[in-house]
């Protein structure tokens, strides 16, 4: 198992940017995936962007180069700096992990953490 827990929501003006965290209960290398995933009010949750364990990375096309998926393995932690960020990335952020595990994929969330840029 793994919890999650993100940090460094807010609101921000547009073209602004942000830096979300998460910070995993286990060893980001023994995790196949970390990712981020958004939701915005009555729209499905979305892909963001994801990094597997051997650092290859993914991302939204709505989010290509402007946001960046990182992470610093000593401190266990997934970042997602935002730059330039618009009115239509306002959503809740959540964090994903994706274990494989005894033959069986799980999937793990943090509790989300709400950006906010105003038109």
């Known amino acids: 198992q793994v919890q999650l827990v993100e940090s460094g929501g807010g609101l921000v003006q547009a073209g602004g940017s942000l830096r979300l965290s998460c910070v995993a209960s286990?060893?980001?290398?023994?995790?196949?995936?970390m990712g981020w995933y958004r939701q915005a009010p009555g729209k499905q949750r979305e892909l963001v962007a994801t990094?597997?364990?051997?650092?290859?990375?993914n991302y939204a096309d709505s989010v290509k180069g402007r946001f960046t998926i990182s992470r610093d393995n000593a401190k266990n932690t997934v970042y997602l700096q935002m730059n330039s960020l618009k009115p239509e990335d306002t959503a809740v952020y959540y964090c994903n992990a994706v274990l494989h595990e005894w033959g069986r994929e799980y999937d793990y969330w943090g509790q989300g953490t709400q950006v906010t840029v105003p038109s």
């Open positions: 286990r060893s980001i290398l023994s995790i196949n995936a």
């Open positions: 990094m597997t364990s051997g650092g290859s990375r």
